[in-house]
C-alpha cells in the first residue's frame, strides 16, 4: 500500500492507483455481499485485505476452501489469490488500507429494532487504523442517518480526523443478487453514491465509476443513499404483500393467479410480484423495520409499509392452514410431510429468515417432518427440532403423505405429480405448492390432490 492521499489525487491519477495495483482495500464483513465486494475490487486491479471475525471462515478463505453459494465470486477469489491477504485484525488491516469498505450488517433483534454492535466495532478498528488521505465507504444496509450519526462520530473521535479535510466518508449501498453478485455491480446496476460532502463524493465515485460499466448515481448526502436502499427493498415488501393478498382472494374464487399475473404485467405499468409461502433472507424482511425505526424517531407511523410487513409474516401461517387442510382431505391423523426446501429462496444455500422454519414450526407438534434442500448441507435449527434434513429427493419423498414445495430451487422445477406420488410409493398424497413449481397441476393422477397459494385445489 502507497501513502496515497486520495483526497488530493486526480480522477484519473485515482484510477491508475487503482488499475496499477497501488490501491490497497480492506472489506469488513467477508459474507455473501464482501466476498463479492473483493473479488469486484480485485478484478478492477486493487489489492484486498478480507477481514471478518470468524477465524474459521477467514482460515478457510486464506486456503480458497471456504464454499461459496456465488460461485463466480468463489472462482475469482481463487484465480486472484495473490493479491487479496485475510485477517481477523481490523485495526491492523485499516493501517495498511487506502479505503476501507464495510458489510458488516446492523442485525434486527427479536424486538424488531436494530442492533449496532457488530457494525460499529468494525468502525472502530477500521477509525484506529485511520490515516490522512483514506477513503471509508459503508455499504452495509442501515437505518437512515446511520453513516452521519453513527459511523462518523467514532470515526471523528478515534481517529481526530476530520472528514473532507483529512479522510473521505460515503455511503453506497449494495444491490446484489447472490448467485450473479459481480455482474450485478460491474455490469447491471449503476453504483449509487452519497458523499459526506463533494470530496468524499468525487473520490468515492472516481473509484467506483471506473468498476461499475452503469457509472454512478451521485446522491445529496450519505442519509439519502441509505434511504434509497431501503425504499428499494420497501418497495419489493409491499408488492410481494399485494400479491399474497390478490393470491389469497384468487383461491377462493377458484382462479389460477399466475395467468392473472401474467396478463396484468403485460401493462408496463403493473408489476405485480409472486405470491409465496413469505418473504425471507436478511434484507427484504429486515429493511421495513430500519425504516420505521426512522420513521418513530421522526413521530411517524408507516402504516402501509407495516401492513405489508403483517401479510408477509402471515404467509407461512397461511401455507400451514393449506397443509392441515390436505390432512384433512387425506384423512391421515399424523401425516409425514416433506417440505422441500429450507433455503429462502431458489437456488441458493442461505437460510436467514427462511419462511420454511416458520412452515415447519407450526406442522412439526402434529406432523412427522423430513426436510429437502440440495444446498443446505447442515442445519442447527432443524437438528434442534429433530428433524431430519437430506439431499436426496427420493429419501425425502419415501412414504411422504403430503408433499410441500417451499422453496422454488431450479431443482423442483422437473417434479411431476406422477413423479411425486410415484416416489412417495403411496397410493393417495397431497402436494402444497407455494411457489408455483408444478406444471402439470390442472389434472393430477389418480391419488393426488394439489393444493397451492392462488390456485384452487385440483384433485383427479
Ligand atoms: N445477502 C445479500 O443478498 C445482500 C445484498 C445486498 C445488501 N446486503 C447487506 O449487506 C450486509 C452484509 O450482508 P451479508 O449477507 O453479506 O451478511 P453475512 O452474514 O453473510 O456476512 C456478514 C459477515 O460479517 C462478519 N462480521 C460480523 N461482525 C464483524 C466485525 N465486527 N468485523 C468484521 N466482520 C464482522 C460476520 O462474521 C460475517 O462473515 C448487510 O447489511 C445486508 O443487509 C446483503
Ligand atoms: C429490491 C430487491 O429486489 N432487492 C434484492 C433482494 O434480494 P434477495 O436476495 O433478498 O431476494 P428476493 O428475490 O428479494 O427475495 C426475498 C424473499 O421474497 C420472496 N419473494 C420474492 C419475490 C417475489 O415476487 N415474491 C416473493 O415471495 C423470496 O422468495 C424471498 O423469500 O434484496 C437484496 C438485499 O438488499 C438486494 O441486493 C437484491 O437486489
Known sequence: MGNLNLLLMSNEDLVNALRSGSLTVSVYGMGYVGTAIAAVWLRAGARVIGVDVDAEKIKKLDACELKLSDRQVEEELRRLKDRISYTTDGVEASRLSNVKIVTVPVYLGKDKRPIFDSFKASIENIARGLKVGDLVIIESSVPPGTTMDVALPILERI?????????????????????RAIADIEERYPKVIGGVGPISSRVASTLYGAIARKGTLILSNPTAAEFEKLAEGAYRDVNIALANELAQLARLLGLDFDEIREAANSQPY???????????????????????????????????VQTARGINEYAPAYVAELIKTAAGELGVSRPRVAVLGLAFRGNVDD????????????????????????????????????IRLTNSIEDALKGANIVVIATDHSDYGGLTLSRIIQLTGLSSIAVVDSRHMIKDWRNPPPGVVYLAVGRPTAKA
Open 351 to 386: 437460510t436467514r429468515l427462511s419462511p420454511s422454519y416458520d412452515i415447519i414450526n407450526y406442522l412439526r407438534g402434529s406432523m412427522d417432518i423430513i426436510v429437502h434442500d440440495p444446498y443446505v448441507k447442515f442445519d442447527k435449527t432443524l437438528e434442534e427440532w429433530g
Open 159 to 179: 481517529s481526530g480526523l476530520r472528514v473532507e479535510r483529512d479522510y473521505a466518508l460515503a455511503y453506497s449501498p449494495e444491490r446484489i443478487y447472490v448467485g
Open 270 to 304: 403493473s408489476n405485480i410480484h409472486k405470491p409465496g409461502p413469505g418473504v425471507g433472507g436478511s434484507c427484504i424482511p429486515v429493511y421495513p423495520y430500519f425504516l420505521m425505526y426512522a420513521a418513530e424517531r421522526a413521530g411517524f407511523n408507516m402504516k402501509l
